[in-house]
C-alpha cells in the first residue's frame, strides 16, 4: 500500500510532460516528407470519399 504525496503536474510523470511539451520540434528531411506524404495521402483519400457520396 502507498499513499499519494502528489497528483497530477507535481508527479514525476507531470515533470516529464513539461519537459516533451516544451521540446522544439525538430524538422529532419525525413519529417519533412512523411508530412508531405500524409497531406497527399489526406487529399487522395477526400477526393475518393467524395466521389463515392455523388
Do not use: F, Q
Amino acid at each position: 500500500m502507498g499513499i499519494a504525496v502528489a497528483t497530477g503536474a507535481d508527479t514525476e510523470l507531470g515533470n516529464i510532460h513539461r519537459l516533451v511539451a516544451s521540446a522544439e520540434e525538430l524538422a529532419t528531411p525525413l519529417t519533412r516528407k512523411m508530412a508531405w506524404l500524409s497531406k497527399l495521402l489526406t487529399v487522395a483519400a477526400d477526393k475518393r470519399l467524395r466521389k463515392r457520396l455523388i
